[in-house]
Protein backbone atom coordinates (compact mmCIF):
# COMPACT_ATOMS: atom_id res chain seq x y z
CA UNK A 1 0.00 0.00 0.00
CA UNK A 2 1.37 3.54 -0.93
CA UNK A 3 1.29 6.04 1.69
CA UNK A 4 -0.74 8.74 0.39
CA UNK A 5 -4.18 9.60 1.46
CA UNK A 6 -6.88 11.95 0.18
CA UNK A 7 -9.80 13.15 2.33
CA UNK A 8 -12.59 13.07 2.20
CA UNK A 9 -13.16 9.57 0.11
CA UNK A 10 -16.49 10.80 -1.06
CA UNK A 11 -18.54 14.22 -0.86
CA UNK A 12 -21.78 15.28 -2.21
CA UNK A 13 -22.26 19.03 -1.99
CA UNK A 14 -24.76 21.58 -3.39
CA UNK A 15 -23.76 24.00 -6.09
CA UNK A 16 -21.80 27.35 -5.68
CA UNK A 17 -20.48 25.74 -2.54
CA UNK A 18 -16.43 26.39 -2.20
CA UNK A 19 -14.66 22.68 -1.50
CA UNK A 20 -11.14 21.29 -0.91
CA UNK A 21 -9.70 18.08 -1.56
CA UNK A 22 -7.08 17.44 0.53
CA UNK A 23 -4.02 14.85 -0.45
CA UNK A 24 -0.86 14.05 1.50
CA UNK A 25 2.05 11.79 1.23
CA UNK A 26 4.58 11.09 3.56
CA UNK A 27 7.02 9.12 1.16
CA UNK A 28 8.83 12.93 0.49
CA UNK A 29 8.53 12.34 -3.24
CA UNK A 30 9.02 15.81 -4.89
CA UNK A 31 6.50 15.26 -7.75
CA UNK A 32 2.72 15.50 -7.24
CA UNK A 33 -0.13 15.44 -9.42
CA UNK A 34 -4.31 15.43 -10.00
CA UNK A 35 -5.94 13.40 -12.61
CA UNK A 36 -9.60 13.41 -12.84
CA UNK A 37 -11.58 10.30 -14.02
CA UNK A 38 -15.07 9.59 -14.79
CA UNK A 39 -16.51 6.60 -14.69
CA UNK A 40 -15.15 3.83 -16.73
CA UNK A 41 -13.21 6.70 -18.53
CA UNK A 42 -9.52 7.30 -18.33
CA UNK A 43 -7.57 9.85 -16.05
CA UNK A 44 -6.83 13.37 -17.50
CA UNK A 45 -4.32 15.02 -15.50
CA UNK A 46 -5.53 18.54 -14.51
CA UNK A 47 -2.39 19.71 -11.95
CA UNK A 48 1.06 18.89 -10.95
CA UNK A 49 3.70 20.00 -9.02
CA UNK A 50 7.81 19.38 -8.72
CA UNK A 51 8.31 20.53 -5.45
CA UNK A 52 7.20 23.19 -2.51
CA UNK A 53 6.15 26.28 -4.44
CA UNK A 54 5.48 24.67 -8.11
CA UNK A 55 2.43 24.29 -9.38
CA UNK A 56 1.43 23.64 -13.07
CA UNK A 57 -1.71 23.10 -14.78
CA UNK A 58 -2.03 19.87 -16.59
CA UNK A 59 -3.36 17.97 -20.43
CA UNK A 60 -7.09 18.74 -19.06
CA UNK A 61 -8.36 22.15 -18.31
CA UNK A 62 -9.71 22.66 -14.90
CA UNK A 63 -11.65 25.33 -12.79
CA UNK A 64 -9.59 23.97 -9.74
CA UNK A 65 -6.32 25.27 -7.83
CA UNK A 66 -3.70 23.73 -5.97
CA UNK A 67 -1.05 24.96 -3.71
CA UNK A 68 2.35 23.43 -2.38
CA UNK A 69 3.59 24.60 0.43
CA UNK A 70 4.65 21.49 2.36
CA UNK A 71 6.03 18.51 0.42
CA UNK A 72 3.90 16.49 1.60
CA UNK A 73 0.77 18.34 1.24
CA UNK A 74 -0.91 19.05 -2.38
CA UNK A 75 -4.48 20.36 -2.01
CA UNK A 76 -7.49 21.33 -4.56
CA UNK A 77 -9.89 23.49 -4.41
CA UNK A 78 -12.87 24.30 -6.44
CA UNK A 79 -13.99 27.87 -5.64
CA UNK A 80 -17.66 27.86 -6.42
CA UNK A 81 -18.55 23.77 -7.15
CA UNK A 82 -20.47 23.38 -10.05
CA UNK A 83 -22.51 19.73 -11.73
CA UNK A 84 -20.09 19.60 -14.06
CA UNK A 85 -16.96 19.26 -11.70
CA UNK A 86 -19.07 15.92 -10.40
CA UNK A 87 -16.39 12.96 -11.13
CA UNK A 88 -13.66 11.59 -9.20
CA UNK A 89 -10.45 13.23 -8.16
CA UNK A 90 -7.36 11.00 -7.85
CA UNK A 91 -3.91 12.75 -6.00
CA UNK A 92 -0.65 10.38 -6.95
CA UNK A 93 2.71 11.24 -6.29
CA UNK A 94 6.23 10.17 -7.57
CA UNK A 95 10.27 10.47 -6.74
CA UNK A 96 12.79 10.71 -9.84
CA UNK A 97 14.04 7.33 -10.09
CA UNK A 98 13.76 7.10 -13.91
CA UNK A 99 16.63 8.84 -16.09
CA UNK A 100 14.31 8.74 -19.14
CA UNK A 101 10.85 8.72 -19.27
CA UNK A 102 8.11 8.90 -16.33
CA UNK A 103 8.57 7.20 -13.17
CA UNK A 104 6.60 5.32 -10.97
CA UNK A 105 3.40 6.75 -9.20
CA UNK A 106 1.72 6.22 -6.16
CA UNK A 107 -2.15 6.75 -6.35
CA UNK A 108 -4.06 7.67 -3.45
CA UNK A 109 -7.53 5.88 -3.13
CA UNK A 110 -9.68 9.15 -4.89
CA UNK A 111 -11.95 11.57 -3.76
CA UNK A 112 -15.26 10.87 -5.73
CA UNK A 113 -16.79 14.23 -5.61
CA UNK A 114 -21.00 14.98 -6.57
CA UNK A 115 -22.16 18.41 -7.05
CA UNK A 116 -25.90 18.77 -6.68
CA UNK B 1 -6.46 11.32 -29.42
CA UNK B 2 -5.77 8.80 -26.92
CA UNK B 3 -2.02 8.25 -26.81
CA UNK B 4 -2.49 4.86 -25.04
CA UNK B 5 -5.64 2.57 -26.10
CA UNK B 6 -6.39 -0.28 -24.41
CA UNK B 7 -7.69 -3.53 -26.19
CA UNK B 8 -10.16 -5.60 -25.69
CA UNK B 9 -12.63 -2.81 -23.92
CA UNK B 10 -13.81 -5.44 -22.03
CA UNK B 11 -13.08 -8.95 -20.83
CA UNK B 12 -14.69 -11.60 -18.83
CA UNK B 13 -12.67 -15.04 -18.22
CA UNK B 14 -13.07 -18.08 -15.65
CA UNK B 15 -10.60 -18.54 -12.76
CA UNK B 16 -7.44 -20.24 -13.96
CA UNK B 17 -7.90 -19.11 -17.14
CA UNK B 18 -5.01 -16.83 -18.75
CA UNK B 19 -6.09 -12.80 -19.48
CA UNK B 20 -4.40 -11.24 -22.14
CA UNK B 21 -4.87 -7.16 -23.08
CA UNK B 22 -3.27 -4.78 -25.32
CA UNK B 23 -1.85 -1.30 -25.41
CA UNK B 24 -1.48 0.79 -28.49
CA UNK B 25 0.41 4.06 -28.12
CA UNK B 26 0.70 7.06 -30.86
CA UNK B 27 4.24 8.44 -30.64
CA UNK B 28 7.63 7.47 -29.36
CA UNK B 29 7.92 6.76 -25.37
CA UNK B 30 10.73 6.74 -23.00
CA UNK B 31 8.96 3.62 -20.75
CA UNK B 32 5.60 2.25 -20.47
CA UNK B 33 3.46 1.13 -17.17
CA UNK B 34 0.60 -1.18 -16.64
CA UNK B 35 -1.57 -0.31 -13.34
CA UNK B 36 -4.60 -1.71 -11.82
CA UNK B 37 -7.25 -0.07 -10.78
CA UNK B 38 -10.32 -1.99 -8.56
CA UNK B 39 -13.47 -0.51 -8.33
CA UNK B 40 -13.76 3.15 -6.74
CA UNK B 41 -10.17 2.82 -5.81
CA UNK B 42 -7.00 4.46 -6.70
CA UNK B 43 -4.43 2.78 -9.46
CA UNK B 44 -1.65 0.67 -7.89
CA UNK B 45 1.50 -0.04 -10.17
CA UNK B 46 1.92 -3.30 -11.76
CA UNK B 47 5.12 -3.11 -13.89
CA UNK B 48 7.36 -0.58 -15.65
CA UNK B 49 8.91 -1.69 -19.14
CA UNK B 50 11.60 0.90 -20.83
CA UNK B 51 11.78 1.26 -24.40
CA UNK B 52 14.97 -0.82 -24.87
CA UNK B 53 13.46 -3.53 -22.80
CA UNK B 54 11.28 -6.53 -25.01
CA UNK B 55 9.76 -8.22 -21.92
CA UNK B 56 9.54 -8.37 -18.16
CA UNK B 57 7.96 -10.36 -15.47
CA UNK B 58 6.47 -10.31 -12.19
CA UNK B 59 5.09 -13.21 -10.29
CA UNK B 60 2.23 -14.11 -12.19
CA UNK B 61 2.53 -10.94 -15.02
CA UNK B 62 3.91 -11.01 -18.01
CA UNK B 63 4.46 -7.57 -20.43
CA UNK B 64 5.88 -7.06 -23.53
CA UNK B 65 6.89 -4.28 -25.73
CA UNK B 66 7.23 -3.47 -29.30
CA UNK B 67 8.34 -0.48 -30.53
CA UNK B 68 8.42 -1.23 -33.75
CA UNK B 69 4.17 -1.53 -33.62
CA UNK B 70 4.10 1.19 -30.71
CA UNK B 71 2.12 -1.86 -29.03
CA UNK B 72 2.49 -3.68 -25.44
CA UNK B 73 0.35 -6.69 -23.90
CA UNK B 74 -0.20 -7.67 -20.31
CA UNK B 75 -0.65 -11.22 -19.86
CA UNK B 76 -2.14 -13.04 -16.70
CA UNK B 77 -1.58 -16.20 -15.93
CA UNK B 78 -3.59 -18.27 -14.06
CA UNK B 79 -6.33 -15.67 -12.99
CA UNK B 80 -7.77 -15.34 -10.17
CA UNK B 81 -11.16 -14.00 -8.61
CA UNK B 82 -9.12 -11.13 -7.27
CA UNK B 83 -7.28 -10.13 -10.85
CA UNK B 84 -10.95 -8.44 -11.25
CA UNK B 85 -10.07 -4.86 -11.99
CA UNK B 86 -9.61 -2.45 -14.71
CA UNK B 87 -6.39 -2.50 -16.05
CA UNK B 88 -4.49 0.72 -17.73
CA UNK B 89 -1.81 1.45 -19.49
CA UNK B 90 0.11 4.56 -19.58
CA UNK B 91 2.71 6.19 -21.18
CA UNK B 92 4.95 9.14 -20.81
CA UNK B 93 4.47 10.83 -24.05
CA UNK B 94 2.75 13.84 -24.40
CA UNK B 95 0.36 14.53 -27.20
CA UNK B 96 0.55 18.36 -26.75
CA UNK B 97 2.13 21.01 -24.49
CA UNK B 98 4.67 20.15 -21.81
CA UNK B 99 2.82 18.70 -18.78
CA UNK B 100 4.56 15.83 -16.82
CA UNK B 101 2.40 12.93 -15.48
CA UNK B 102 1.31 9.96 -17.48
CA UNK B 103 -1.04 9.52 -20.13
CA UNK B 104 -3.59 6.54 -19.49
CA UNK B 105 -5.73 4.99 -21.91
CA UNK B 106 -9.28 4.05 -21.17
CA UNK B 107 -8.21 1.00 -19.64
CA UNK B 108 -9.45 -2.69 -19.78
CA UNK B 109 -11.97 -3.85 -17.24
CA UNK B 110 -11.59 -7.70 -16.93
CA UNK B 111 -13.95 -10.05 -15.03
CA UNK B 112 -13.38 -13.36 -13.58
CA UNK B 113 -16.70 -15.72 -13.10
CA UNK B 114 -15.30 -18.07 -10.34
Known amino acids: EADIYQTPRYLVIGTGKKITLECSQT?????MYWYQQDPGMELHLIHY???????EKGDLSSESTVSRIRTEHFPLTLESARPSHTSQYLC???????????????FGPGTRLTVL | SQQGEEDPQALSIQEGENATMNCSYKTSINNLQWYRQNSGRGLVHLILIRSNEREKHSGRLRVTLDTSKKSSSLLITASRAADTASYFC??????????????FGKGTHLIIQP
Open chain 1, 27 to 31: MGHDK
Open chain 1, 92 to 106: ASSESKEIVGRDTQY
Open chain 2, 90 to 103: ATDARTGGGADGLT
Open chain 1, 49 to 55: SYGVNST
